[in-house]
T-cell receptor, first 117, second 115 residues
Framework: AQKITQTQPGMFVQEKEAVTLDCTYDTSDQSYGLFWYKQPSSGEMIFLIYQGSYDEQNATEGRYSLNFQKARKSANLVISASQLGDSAMYFCAMREGWDTGFQKLVFGTGTRLLVSP | GAVVSQHPSRVICKSGTSVKIECRSLDFQATTMFWYRQFPKQSLMLMATSNEGSKATYEQGVEKDKFLINHASLTLSTLTVTSAHPEDSSFYIC???????????FGPGTRLTVT
């Protein structure tokens, strides 16, 4: 079974509008973390935002916010006021069992975001 | 923030030869590093966990004898693709975890092309 599911292979948004990228996850662990990364065409992985499973408030980082719905096991990324430079691949990832020392990330299949003028 | 480097950034090699990729943590010590492979338009797939001073842990389906991993020091892990074939052409990325639960530092990646 897929641990991380991103159902949107591609998304289009107009500049200055908000966009939501979907991510659902599957785990039986109580302690886990959810990440969003941006990967431009250069290939580098740019960390955007993190949500811990015990965090009660949704994480926010500038124009990025994470809509964390634990019961539904979803961790959607919201980008507000999209910019042309936001065009890239976006990956959702999960790290399970933080308190048992697990540190590896499992990635979703990604969503390609295209921002148009 | 912490920095992880990779060398080389791009490499082209002939089929049957071996190529070594280095991953260095520049300003912190990493007892663990991770190697990922990413085929075009696909996700990052974890290949192995590199452990300083001990054997690497490989993910299911990854050939240990083909992808040799050596974590010789607290700042350096190497991935050697042995007897490379065109199907090994891919983007290889390493990462190293930091102290905090959200800390995971990625290298810039190495694009391998096997001709």
């Amino acid at each position: 079974a897929q641990k991380i599911t991103q159902t949107q292979p591609g998304m289009f948004v107009q500049e200055k509008e908000a966009v939501t990228l979907d991510c659902t996850y599957d785990t039986s662990d109580q302690s886990y973390g959810l990440f969003w990364y941006k990967q431009p065409s250069s290939g580098e992985m740019i960390f955007l935002i993190y949500q811990g499973s015990y965090d009660e408030q949704n994480a926010t980082e500038g124009r990025y916010s994470l809509n964390f719905q634990k019961a539904r096991k979803s961790a959607n990324l919201v980008i507000s006021a999209s910019q042309l430079g936001d065009s890239a691949m976006y990956f959702c990832a999960m790290r399970e069992g933080w308190d048992t020392g697990f540190q590896k990330l499992v990635f979703g299949t990604g969503t390609r975001l295209l921002v148009s003028p | 923030g912490a920095v992880v480097s990779q060398h080389p950034s791009r490499v082209i090699c002939k089929s049957g030869t071996s190529v070594k990729i280095e991953c260095r943590s520049l300003d912190f010590q990493a007892t663990t590093m991770f190697w990922y492979r990413q085929f075009p338009k696909q996700s990052l797939m974890l290949m192995a966990t590199s452990n300083e001073g001990s054997k690497a842990t490989y993910e299911q389906g990854v050939e240990k004898d083909k992808f040799l991993i050596n974590h010789a020091s607290l700042t350096l892990s190497t991935l050697t693709v042995t007897s490379a074939h065109p199907e090994d052409s891919s983007f290889y990325i390493c990462s190293a975890p930091g102290q905090g639960p959200y800390e995971q530092y990625f290298g810039p990646g190495t694009r391998l092309t096997v001709t």
